[in-house]
């Protein structure tokens, strides 16, 4: 393994009041965070946004790298009432943070 992968659950809220998720007072090198309707989608989409932020510092096999670990160790294999919630407000989402440092 090449990297070192933090997942950060921010839970649902409104697009307005999300803090954001960065780097500073971290170790890690990329970051980047994703909404959804689902925790996974939201998960799925991080892990989109991060391979399009990073122009070409991270290949498709790091990014691929990276999503296998993921998957591996942060996805639910299935969606219960805990990571799928429906969602009554149409104007909420989502949203989980990515951090990667290269190792």
């Known amino acids: 393994m090449k990297f070192?992968?933090?997942v950060t659950g921010y839970g649902i809220d409104h697009l307005d009041y999300f803090p954001g998720h960065g780097l500073i007072g971290t170790e890690y090198d990329?970051?980047?965070y994703g909404i959804g309707s689902s925790f996974n989608e939201a998960?799925?989409?991080s892990i989109e946004m991060l391979s399009q932020s990073?122009?070409?510092d991270l290949t498709p096999e790091d990014i691929q790298e990276i999503e296998s670990e993921v998957?591996?160790?942060f996805m639910p294999e299935t969606e219960n009432e805990t990571w799928r919630v429906e969602l009554i407000d149409s104007d909420c989402y989502w949203f989980v943070g990515l951090r990667?440092?290269?190792l």
């Open 4 to 6: 070192q992968v933090q």
């Open 30 to 32: 990329y970051a980047d």
């Open 43 to 45: 998960l799925d989409d």
């Open 54 to 56: 990073c122009d070409m």
């Open 71 to 73: 998957l591996e160790h």
């Open 100 to 102: 990667v440092k290269r």
